[in-house]
Protein backbone atom coordinates (compact mmCIF):
# COMPACT_ATOMS: atom_id res chain seq x y z
CA UNK A 1 0.00 0.00 0.00
CA UNK A 2 1.32 3.16 -0.82
CA UNK A 3 -1.43 5.32 1.23
CA UNK A 4 -1.86 8.64 0.55
CA UNK A 5 0.19 9.57 -2.97
CA UNK A 6 1.22 13.67 -4.11
CA UNK A 7 2.04 15.03 -6.96
CA UNK A 8 4.62 16.93 -7.70
CA UNK A 9 6.61 17.46 -4.65
CA UNK A 10 7.82 21.01 -5.29
CA UNK A 11 6.73 23.21 -7.55
CA UNK A 12 7.18 26.81 -8.33
CA UNK A 13 4.42 29.22 -10.22
CA UNK A 14 4.40 32.96 -11.42
CA UNK A 15 2.12 34.60 -10.52
CA UNK A 16 -1.37 34.17 -12.70
CA UNK A 17 0.20 30.62 -13.95
CA UNK A 18 -2.15 28.28 -13.23
CA UNK A 19 -1.72 24.18 -12.32
CA UNK A 20 -3.11 21.28 -11.00
CA UNK A 21 -2.09 19.11 -7.87
CA UNK A 22 -2.68 15.78 -8.15
CA UNK A 23 -3.70 13.28 -4.39
CA UNK A 24 -4.65 9.19 -4.71
CA UNK A 25 -4.91 6.89 -2.31
CA UNK A 26 -5.15 2.87 -2.45
CA UNK A 27 -6.66 2.51 1.27
CA UNK A 28 -10.54 2.33 -0.59
CA UNK A 29 -11.65 5.33 1.76
CA UNK A 30 -14.40 7.35 1.26
CA UNK A 31 -13.72 10.77 2.37
CA UNK A 32 -10.58 12.91 1.40
CA UNK A 33 -9.27 16.60 1.99
CA UNK A 34 -6.85 19.53 1.07
CA UNK A 35 -5.14 21.23 3.40
CA UNK A 36 -2.45 24.32 3.60
CA UNK A 37 0.27 24.58 5.89
CA UNK A 38 1.21 28.04 6.79
CA UNK A 39 4.21 29.38 9.59
CA UNK A 40 2.40 30.43 12.77
CA UNK A 41 -1.16 29.68 10.99
CA UNK A 42 -1.35 26.07 11.29
CA UNK A 43 -2.66 23.36 8.85
CA UNK A 44 -6.39 24.80 7.82
CA UNK A 45 -9.22 22.63 5.49
CA UNK A 46 -9.28 23.96 1.58
CA UNK A 47 -12.05 21.44 0.41
CA UNK A 48 -13.17 18.07 1.39
CA UNK A 49 -15.12 15.73 -0.49
CA UNK A 50 -17.13 12.66 0.94
CA UNK A 51 -17.53 10.91 -2.23
CA UNK A 52 -17.08 10.22 -5.98
CA UNK A 53 -18.91 13.74 -6.97
CA UNK A 54 -19.25 15.27 -3.84
CA UNK A 55 -17.09 18.43 -2.90
CA UNK A 56 -17.72 20.96 -0.01
CA UNK A 57 -15.96 24.13 1.04
CA UNK A 58 -13.44 24.31 3.95
CA UNK A 59 -11.78 27.26 5.99
CA UNK A 60 -10.03 29.60 3.15
CA UNK A 61 -11.39 28.14 -0.30
CA UNK A 62 -10.92 31.27 -2.38
CA UNK A 63 -8.39 31.01 -5.29
CA UNK A 64 -8.79 26.98 -5.47
CA UNK A 65 -11.05 24.46 -6.91
CA UNK A 66 -11.29 21.02 -6.85
CA UNK A 67 -12.11 17.55 -8.50
CA UNK A 68 -13.19 13.98 -7.21
CA UNK A 69 -12.62 12.54 -10.10
CA UNK A 70 -13.12 9.17 -8.56
CA UNK A 71 -13.33 7.14 -5.50
CA UNK A 72 -9.36 7.82 -5.38
CA UNK A 73 -8.46 10.71 -6.59
CA UNK A 74 -8.87 14.09 -5.75
CA UNK A 75 -7.08 17.48 -7.36
CA UNK A 76 -6.79 20.74 -6.39
CA UNK A 77 -6.33 23.59 -9.41
CA UNK A 78 -5.12 27.22 -9.09
CA UNK A 79 -6.28 29.00 -11.73
CA UNK A 80 -4.46 31.66 -11.16
CA UNK A 81 -1.74 31.67 -9.46
CA UNK A 82 -0.90 34.72 -6.77
CA UNK A 83 2.06 34.83 -4.03
CA UNK A 84 -0.50 34.71 -0.74
CA UNK A 85 -0.48 31.34 -2.04
CA UNK A 86 2.95 29.91 -1.19
CA UNK A 87 2.47 27.16 1.20
CA UNK A 88 2.37 23.30 2.07
CA UNK A 89 -0.33 21.50 0.58
CA UNK A 90 -1.11 18.44 1.66
CA UNK A 91 -3.83 15.65 1.06
CA UNK A 92 -5.55 13.34 3.20
CA UNK A 93 -8.19 10.82 3.01
CA UNK A 94 -10.12 8.63 5.29
CA UNK A 95 -12.51 5.78 5.54
CA UNK A 96 -15.77 8.11 7.03
CA UNK A 97 -15.54 11.75 8.15
CA UNK A 98 -15.10 9.94 11.38
CA UNK A 99 -12.49 8.18 10.93
CA UNK A 100 -8.75 8.59 11.44
CA UNK A 101 -7.32 11.11 8.77
CA UNK A 102 -3.89 9.70 6.37
CA UNK A 103 -2.22 12.46 5.25
CA UNK A 104 0.49 12.56 1.96
CA UNK A 105 3.84 13.92 1.97
CA UNK A 106 3.01 17.52 0.72
CA UNK A 107 3.64 19.77 -2.04
CA UNK A 108 5.71 22.96 -1.54
CA UNK A 109 4.49 25.41 -3.93
CA UNK A 110 6.01 29.21 -4.31
CA UNK A 111 4.65 31.60 -6.18
CA UNK A 112 6.66 34.29 -7.62
CA UNK B 1 -15.62 28.99 16.61
CA UNK B 2 -13.13 26.35 18.06
CA UNK B 3 -9.75 26.83 18.92
CA UNK B 4 -6.68 24.85 20.03
CA UNK B 5 -4.12 25.77 21.44
CA UNK B 6 -0.19 23.33 22.32
CA UNK B 7 1.79 25.16 25.26
CA UNK B 8 4.76 24.79 24.76
CA UNK B 9 5.54 25.62 21.12
CA UNK B 10 9.17 24.04 21.42
CA UNK B 11 10.16 21.67 24.17
CA UNK B 12 13.78 19.95 24.67
CA UNK B 13 14.24 17.26 26.72
CA UNK B 14 17.22 14.77 27.73
CA UNK B 15 17.10 11.27 26.18
CA UNK B 16 14.85 8.54 28.85
CA UNK B 17 13.02 11.07 30.26
CA UNK B 18 9.04 10.44 30.56
CA UNK B 19 7.42 13.93 28.73
CA UNK B 20 3.60 15.57 28.67
CA UNK B 21 2.70 17.25 25.68
CA UNK B 22 -0.75 19.43 26.47
CA UNK B 23 -3.31 20.04 23.55
CA UNK B 24 -6.78 22.42 25.07
CA UNK B 25 -9.62 23.14 23.09
CA UNK B 26 -12.48 25.49 23.74
CA UNK B 27 -15.31 23.86 22.42
CA UNK B 28 -16.17 20.29 24.65
CA UNK B 29 -18.46 19.67 21.48
CA UNK B 30 -16.02 17.27 20.28
CA UNK B 31 -16.27 14.17 18.45
CA UNK B 32 -12.70 12.74 18.59
CA UNK B 33 -9.41 14.02 19.06
CA UNK B 34 -6.90 13.02 17.12
CA UNK B 35 -2.25 13.37 17.71
CA UNK B 36 0.07 13.35 14.83
CA UNK B 37 3.64 13.72 14.28
CA UNK B 38 5.47 15.40 11.72
CA UNK B 39 8.74 15.61 10.93
CA UNK B 40 10.62 18.23 9.07
CA UNK B 41 9.72 18.47 5.66
CA UNK B 42 6.76 15.62 5.31
CA UNK B 43 3.52 14.83 5.96
CA UNK B 44 1.77 13.95 9.03
CA UNK B 45 1.91 10.59 11.00
CA UNK B 46 -1.07 9.85 12.70
CA UNK B 47 -0.37 8.22 16.37
CA UNK B 48 -3.61 7.78 18.43
CA UNK B 49 -7.62 8.59 17.63
CA UNK B 50 -9.31 9.41 21.22
CA UNK B 51 -13.18 8.81 21.24
CA UNK B 52 -14.96 11.64 23.02
CA UNK B 53 -16.43 8.48 25.12
CA UNK B 54 -12.76 7.79 25.87
CA UNK B 55 -10.59 8.87 28.41
CA UNK B 56 -7.38 7.05 27.22
CA UNK B 57 -5.42 5.11 24.27
CA UNK B 58 -2.36 3.69 24.40
CA UNK B 59 0.05 2.39 21.49
CA UNK B 60 3.32 1.58 22.79
CA UNK B 61 5.34 4.35 24.45
CA UNK B 62 2.70 6.77 23.57
CA UNK B 63 -0.64 7.64 26.39
CA UNK B 64 -3.16 9.88 24.94
CA UNK B 65 -5.39 11.37 27.57
CA UNK B 66 -8.89 13.46 27.05
CA UNK B 67 -10.87 15.50 29.70
CA UNK B 68 -13.46 16.25 27.05
CA UNK B 69 -15.52 18.69 30.00
CA UNK B 70 -11.93 20.56 30.98
CA UNK B 71 -10.92 21.00 27.19
CA UNK B 72 -8.19 19.11 27.40
CA UNK B 73 -5.81 16.62 26.17
CA UNK B 74 -2.19 15.45 26.97
CA UNK B 75 0.27 12.83 25.12
CA UNK B 76 2.61 11.06 27.06
CA UNK B 77 5.37 10.00 26.26
CA UNK B 78 7.61 7.61 28.32
CA UNK B 79 11.47 6.67 27.71
CA UNK B 80 12.02 9.63 25.10
CA UNK B 81 14.56 9.00 22.37
CA UNK B 82 16.31 10.81 19.76
CA UNK B 83 13.78 9.43 17.30
CA UNK B 84 10.70 10.89 18.89
CA UNK B 85 12.30 14.37 17.82
CA UNK B 86 8.97 16.37 15.77
CA UNK B 87 6.36 18.47 15.69
CA UNK B 88 3.23 17.24 17.63
CA UNK B 89 -0.16 18.51 16.50
CA UNK B 90 -3.55 17.59 18.11
CA UNK B 91 -6.77 18.53 15.91
CA UNK B 92 -9.83 17.79 17.37
CA UNK B 93 -13.35 17.10 15.21
CA UNK B 94 -15.92 18.40 16.25
CA UNK B 95 -20.02 17.29 16.63
CA UNK B 96 -22.57 17.40 14.09
CA UNK B 97 -22.63 19.81 11.08
CA UNK B 98 -19.35 20.42 9.99
CA UNK B 99 -18.16 17.35 11.39
CA UNK B 100 -15.30 16.82 8.43
CA UNK B 101 -13.96 19.92 9.62
CA UNK B 102 -10.78 18.90 11.92
CA UNK B 103 -9.30 22.09 14.24
CA UNK B 104 -5.23 22.02 14.47
CA UNK B 105 -3.27 23.41 16.93
CA UNK B 106 -0.22 24.69 16.46
CA UNK B 107 2.19 22.05 17.43
CA UNK B 108 4.95 21.81 20.01
CA UNK B 109 8.10 20.55 18.15
CA UNK B 110 10.10 18.08 20.64
CA UNK B 111 13.82 17.61 20.63
CA UNK B 112 15.04 15.04 22.32
CA UNK B 113 18.69 15.72 22.94
CA UNK B 114 21.04 12.10 23.38
Known amino acids: NAGVTQTPKFQVLKTGQSMTLQCAQDMNHNSMYWYRQDPGMGLRLIYYSASEGTTDKGEVPNGYNVSRLNKREFSLRLESAAPSQTSVYFC???????????FGPGTRLTVT | KQEVTQIPAALSVPEGENLVLNCSFTDSAIYNLQWFRQDPGKGLTSLLL?????REQTSGRLNASLDKSSGRSTLYIAASQPGDSATYLC?????????????FGKGTKLSVIP
Open chain 2, 91 to 103: AVRPRGAGSYQLT
Open chain 1, 92 to 102: ASSYLDSYEQY
Open chain 2, 50 to 54: IQSSQ
